[in-house]
């Protein structure tokens, strides 16, 4: 529990970070220079928790953080924010276990194989019934034309890659 608690701030953080990045309620154009941040806090956390709980950190993360960001949905759909809320921190809870199981098994060069793990779950998690392809990461960057011109030879996936790289 102990070891629970010193990493919620750092969840916390990521959750900030997400959320800012992103144009919402508070930033109608988002911050976009954030994005580059969302994962230090999210890795630190997910390094320093245990086994036992890092699934939960991730629960939470995704729950709070789409529940946030995808606040316009309680106005239109009101009765899908559940499923909102459920469904991401789902979604996050196994992505922040197949982080910690990198972390322990892959050593040094575990920041690799989190990146393409990353890389690939803001890939993944666009299809299907919780298909938002809001909340990609790249996407924060909308207004800055230098960054996405780089979608025009790597889509918008390579972008993505290079932002969550940097984290």
Same mark, same amino acid.
């Given at each position: 529990?102990?070891?629970?608690?010193?990493?919620?701030?750092?969840?916390?953080?990521?959750?900030?970070?997400?959320?800012?990045?992103h144009?919402?309620?508070?930033?109608?154009?988002?911050l976009?220079f954030?994005?580059?941040f969302?994962?230090?806090?999210?890795? !630190?956390?997910?390094?320093?928790?245990?086994?036992? #709980?890092? %699934? $939960?950190?991730?629960?939470? &993360?995704?729950? *709070?953080?789409?529940?946030?960001?995808a606040?316009?949905?309680?106005?239109?759909?009101?009765?899908?924010?559940p499923?909102?809320?459920?469904?991401y921190?789902?979604?996050?809870?196994?992505?922040?276990?197949?982080?910690?199981?990198?972390? !322990?098994?892959?050593?040094k060069?575990?920041?690799? #194989?989190? %990146? $393409?793990?990353?890389?690939s &779950?803001?890939? *993944?998690?666009?299809?299907?019934?919780?298909?938002?392809?809001?909340?990609?990461?790249?996407?924060?960057?909308?207004r800055?034309?230098?960054?996405?011109?780089?979608?025009?030879?790597?889509?918008?996936?390579?972008l993505?890659?290079?932002? !969550?790289?940097?984290?």
């Amino acid at each position: 529990i102990k070891n629970f608690i010193k990493c919620i701030p750092l969840t916390l953080t990521g959750i900030i970070l997400f959320f800012f990045s992103h144009p919402s309620f508070i930033f109608s154009k988002g911050l976009f220079f954030l994005a580059f941040f969302i994962y230090i806090p999210v890795l !630190i956390s997910v390094h320093k928790a245990t086994l036992k #709980t890092v %699934w $939960l950190q991730g629960f939470i &993360f995704g729950a *709070i953080s789409y529940g946030l960001y995808a606040y316009w949905i309680i106005k239109a759909y009101s009765e899908f924010m559940p499923v909102v809320y459920i469904g991401y921190g789902i979604l996050y809870s196994i992505l922040f276990l197949l982080l910690k199981l990198i972390d !322990i098994y892959f050593g040094k060069n575990n920041w690799v #194989t989190q %990146w $393409l793990l990353i890389c690939s &779950f803001e890939f *993944i998690k666009t299809f299907g019934f919780l298909g938002l392809s809001y909340g990609v990461t790249a996407y924060s960057q909308y207004r800055n034309t230098y960054f996405i011109q780089i979608c025009d030879i790597t889509g918008v996936y390579g972008l993505n890659a290079f932002i !969550i790289l940097f984290s």
